[in-house]
């Protein structure tokens, strides 16, 4: 179980390690990816993970999360008469970048 490691961006700056299974020894093996200083905290990456994955797996989330994402789903079935207009603007809206900010302290 390698639950006691927390998580960090790898593009933080707080030292990081990298987590295998060895299973010749079955078991896990934690690896310092960079020197780190007696007390310091190590921590692993667990992937980058919107808000929405690091809640619904892990239970938190990050303020400043750089992997933050909105999935909207859009309907263009067949039979829809706006398809094709919503079809030519589609790569327009992939392109799009967008900062969300929470007003609200959610702790």
Not at 70 to 99: C, F, I, W, Y
Request: aromatic residues 8%; negative net charge; glycine residues 6%.
């Amino acid at each position: 179980m390698v639950d006691f490691l927390n998580h960090k961006p790898i593009s933080s700056s707080s030292s990081f390690s990298s987590v295998t299974f060895d299973h010749q020894r079955m078991s896990f093996m934690v690896t310092a990816m960079e020197d780190c200083k007696e007390g310091e905290e190590v921590s692993i990456c667990y992937g980058e993970k919107s808000n929405g994955e690091l809640l619904a797996c892990y239970g938190f989330c990050l303020e400043d999360n750089p992997h933050e994402a909105v999935t909207v789903n859009v309907g263009m079935g067949e039979e829809d008469e706006a398809r094709q207009v919503k079809l030519r603007m589609l790569p327009r809206a992939l392109t799009l970048s967008h900062s969300f900010h929470w007003d609200q302290d959610l702790r």
